[in-house]
């Protein structure tokens, strides 16, 4: 397996453990992961991250307990394996952006358990960095299929749905609410 980190900058040496920037209300027994952490993501949920670094975006996908009705609700007649929305705001920068795809060794750390998510709890040096242009083809190309809507607002019931739902970003969202975990009262599956 291997593990990603993606950042608009192309000349990290070495990633440092940082605390998040916004704090996260965690359940019980997970607090930790608001503090210094070196962050990575699996190849698997790669697409996650196939955006600019402060872009808002809510990814969906369909899995073992999804229902007829929530597939026909979210996700429509699409044959993706995964739907991402962003909003129309974004739209210019997420097409003109280049972002670095960096691949980190495995040795230092350890599965959050969460959507492909791990940590270090140490410094990393990445192994080599991989310059990411035309992010519409590359999500694409990872079987993503981009929406374009004026808000993510009226997407915050997909966590009642029976998909799986990851928010990234959203504290950029006008009046999305304080980030949480779940994000906002009653989501099964949030992140920031």
């Not at 209300?25 to 699996?42: C, F, K, M, T, Y």
């Not at 394996?81 to 997420?94: D, H, K, L, S, Y």
Request: aromatic share 10%; with cysteine; charged share 20%.
């Amino acid at each position: 397996m291997r593990l990603f980190h993606f950042s608009d900058d192309p000349n990290i040496r070495e990633f440092v453990p940082q605390a998040v920037r916004t704090a996260v209300q965690r359940p019980a027994g997970s607090e930790w992961l608001n503090g210094a952490l070196v962050w990575a993501i699996d190849e698997a949920h790669a697409p996650l991250y196939l955006f600019p670094r402060e872009c808002p975006r809510i990814l969906a996908w369909a899995t073992g307990e999804t229902t007829a009705k929530d597939r026909a609700t979210w996700l429509g007649e699409s044959p993706a394996g995964m739907t991402a929305w962003i909003e129309q705001a974004w739209r210019a920068r997420f097409e003109a952006t280049t972002i670095f795809r960096y691949e980190l060794p495995r040795s230092s750390f350890e599965d959050v358990g969460d959507v492909g998510m791990w940590v270090s709890r140490s410094a990393v040096t990445p192994i080599e960095v991989r310059e990411v242009r035309d992010l519409p083809v590359q999500l694409a190309a990872c079987d993503v299929e981009l929406r374009v809507v004026a808000s993510l607002l009226p997407l915050k019931p997909i966590w009642q749905s029976s998909l799986h739902a990851s928010g990234i970003r959203l504290r950029n969202v006008e009046n999305w609410g304080h980030p949480g975990w779940p994000h906002s009262s009653g989501d099964r599956v949030a992140g920031t």
